[in-house]
């Protein structure tokens, strides 16, 4: 039996003062990320998180389970929250940073520094679950065109389209299926970040993380639609600056 690839894929120095794991989108890897190393500061060091099915990985079937792949996720985690750490995901990747954070509370494993949910209704909203991932094969194409995340060179080719789309799909289904049906609120600080084109989330659906957190959250519209993680990186960063250096200040307060 073959050995499953990692996860975790470090990009950044190994003697840094903070860690920040980057969770992708439904269809994304982690490539969304790679050049933010280029941007932060030195203490920090940067794992973007590559799903099966995907990049290096792509001959793995994708996960279809919130459950089965924030288990396997566990495997390994825990290990790397030996350094103070950040969480951030973008949509789908945001829920797959919440329930593995979840998971650590229920495990007694430290928490983040911070949590920064991008692009990402609040985890325990249900509703209006449209069950893309279970359309006909033009019907799902087009819900892909509304996001306007795929670009229309690859959606027209059925070649690429036929190579990608078990994976989307499995993604899609991750998405739909997950709830969060626990009762446990998070004390760490909160940011989310939403897009102000965004026709897919409504902002009631962004305030509603507050419901799951002790502390007030932080919230930033992003110009842009749904993918302002890929189309505007660059204002994304700027209030991810911040809330970097916030945390490297409370850690050099700590130790002194």
Known sequence: ????????NRISKKNAKLRLFC??????NGSTYSSWVDVLPDDVEVFTIELPGRS??????????????????????PSLT????????????????FELMYRCKQAGIKGPEHFIASGSPAPHINEDKKGIYKLPKE????????????????????????????SIRADFELSETYTYTGSEKFDCPITVFYGDEDKEISLQKIEAWEDIFTRPISIHSIPGGHFFIEDNATFVLEKIQPIISNVLDGLEIKNV
């Open 56 to 77: 290096y990985r792509f001959t793995e079937p994708a996960y279809r389970d919130m459950q089965n792949l924030v288990e396997d996720l566990m495997q390994s985690f």
């Open 1 to 8: 039996m073959l050995q499953k690839k990692s996860f975790f």
């Open 139 to 166: 019907e799902f194409i087009e819900e892909l065109r509304k996001l306007n995340g795929t670009p229309e060179e690859i959606l027209k080719n059925d070649e690429l389209m036929a190579l990608s789309m078990p």
């Open 82 to 97: 030996n350094k103070p750490y950040i969480l951030i995901g973008h949509s789908l990747g945001s829920r797959v940073a």
């Open 23 to 28: 969770f992708p989108y439904a269809g994304g």
